[in-house]
Nanobody
């Protein structure tokens, strides 16, 4: 089992920045990929970014490319999402996810562990 705890959400003005953190604990040795998703009210949970744990290779949704950066600290079992140039449409609950399935996917079913979510609100 892997336990994920997110932090760093909050309220920010458009154009501002936030950094989300996700600390993993438990059976972290089994993690192959970690990712971030977001879900706005009434919408589906959308992929934002992912990073492969062993190589650090990154993947991004087109909507955040160039604005968001995913990174990891393997020693701390923590993944980060640096969000710059935030827009009101970035407002959502942001979820950290981890996969022990051995492949990297951009859809929720590719991940078998989830955090509780953290709210990000961008005001115009």
């Amino acid at each position: 089992q892997v336990h994920l705890v997110e932090s760093g959400g909050g309220l920010v003005q458009a154009g501002g920045s936030l950094r989300l953190s996700c600390a993993a604990s438990g059976d972290t040795i089994c993690i192959s990929t970690m990712g971030w998703f977001r879900q706005a009210p009434g919408k589906e949970r959308d992929f934002i970014a992912a990073i492969t744990w062993s190589t650090g290779y990154t993947y991004y949704a087109d909507s955040v490319k160039g604005r968001f950066t995913i990174s990891r600290d393997s020693a701390r079992n923590t993944v980060y999402l640096q969000m710059n140039s935030l827009k009101p449409e970035d407002t959502a609950v942001y979820y950290c996810a981890a996969s022990s399935l051995g492949y990297t996917g951009t859809y929720p079913t590719a991940y078998n562990y989830w955090g509780q979510g953290t709210q990000v609100t961008v005001s115009s």
